[in-house]
């Protein structure tokens, strides 16, 4: 299931969101104030204990998830809190706030580690009723293609982005600023392709970048003015921690540290604050995620609309 499934369209609506309809009179205002996402980045940062779920990750590789990592754990975690607190996935569009009608993930793969190294851009889509095991599977699924050995030119399992990049690269410069022009205009009014938004990862829910994979600490990246998303996440390399407990007892233990730009425009501090304690108990609870979710939330973004409880999915 998506989210907003079986919704129909209404005038002013996209067809990769609908507009929230909702507003009070500050969140209507915000994004006629601040027209541009530099104007509206708020900067979150998490340190989220991880010694329990390394043990899981562990545990797992060995039975039923052999390719778990902690990255596919904080993908879920991210998955399941957009599904309780369906605010994190609005995004604003010429000064108009929407509810995205998907959840999609955007992840650079390195094609190897070296300066002259390729890289390329997954973008998988999830499901409302998506376990650890579904998130899993469908990075896997298009990540698992990606020939790492050969250059995105060379490569003949490129993905749809990697065709559309490849292609428009090979424009002259004149030719590249008038295609970007036009998908630029075109999605503010929502009218870009529908193949291009797809295929985009400036069009997902979120966007994930490993800088722990490299040996590097967390870094605040920035959202790109072009598109759609709202929320970029940083992950940080692991670190032992020392510290006391309530009572007094010394504590040893696992962290890591993920800081996140964020769109206030798209929702308030409040409800990123309520995303993010969930981000951080999914991840430092994975095992919650092997459950399919059972506090499925939709949006409310009508005229009316209270917050409900999807009883079935």
Request: proline residues 4%; neutral net charge.
């Amino acid at each position: 299931m998506r989210p907003h499934e079986g919704r129909k369209r209404k005038w002013g609506d996209r067809y990769d969101g609908y507009l929230v309809r909702n507003l009070d009179p500050m969140s209507k205002m915000i994004p006629y104030i601040m027209p541009q996402k530099v104007d509206s980045w708020v900067l979150f940062e998490e340190k989220v204990d991880i010694t329990e779920a390394e043990k899981f990750v562990k545990e797992h590789r060995q039975t039923d998830i052999p390719n778990l990592t902690m990255y596919h754990i904080i993908f879920a975690a991210l998955v399941r809190s957009i599904v309780e607190v369906p605010e994190l996935n609005r995004f604003v569009a010429n000064s108009k706030v929407f509810s995205r009608n998907e959840i999609k993930g955007a992840m650079v793969i390195m094609k190897g580690m070296k300066k002259d190294s390729d890289r390329t851009t997954i973008t998988p889509s999830f499901e409302v009723e998506d376990t650890l095991y579904d998130v899993v599977r469908r990075i896997e699924e298009v990540a698992g293609a990606i020939d790492k050995n050969v250059k995105v030119m060379e490569d003949e399992n490129k993905n749809d982005y990697d065709i559309l990049e490849t292609t428009l690269s090979l424009l002259p410069s004149w030719l590249i600023k008038a295609a970007v022009w036009f998908l630029k205009k075109s999605d503010k009014h929502g009218l870009m392709p529908k193949a291009a938004n797809k295929v985009s990862p400036f069009h997902s829910s979120f966007f994930l970048t490993n800088m722990g994979s490299i040996g590097l600490g967390a870094v605040y990246h920035h959202i790109y003015e072009f598109g759609t998303l709202s929320v970029f996440g940083g992950i940080g390399k692991k670190e032992a921690y020392f510290e006391l407990d309530e009572e007094g007892n010394r504590k040893r233990g696992v962290r890591l540290k993920l800081q996140f730009v964020v769109d206030e425009r798209a929702t308030d501090g409040f409800i990123y604050a309520m995303g993010f304690r969930k981000i951080r108990h999914y991840i430092a609870h994975p095992e919650k995620l092997l459950e399919r979710p059972t506090d499925v939330h939709f949006d409310p973004i009508d005229r009316g609309d209270s917050e409900g409880v999807k009883a079935e999915i």
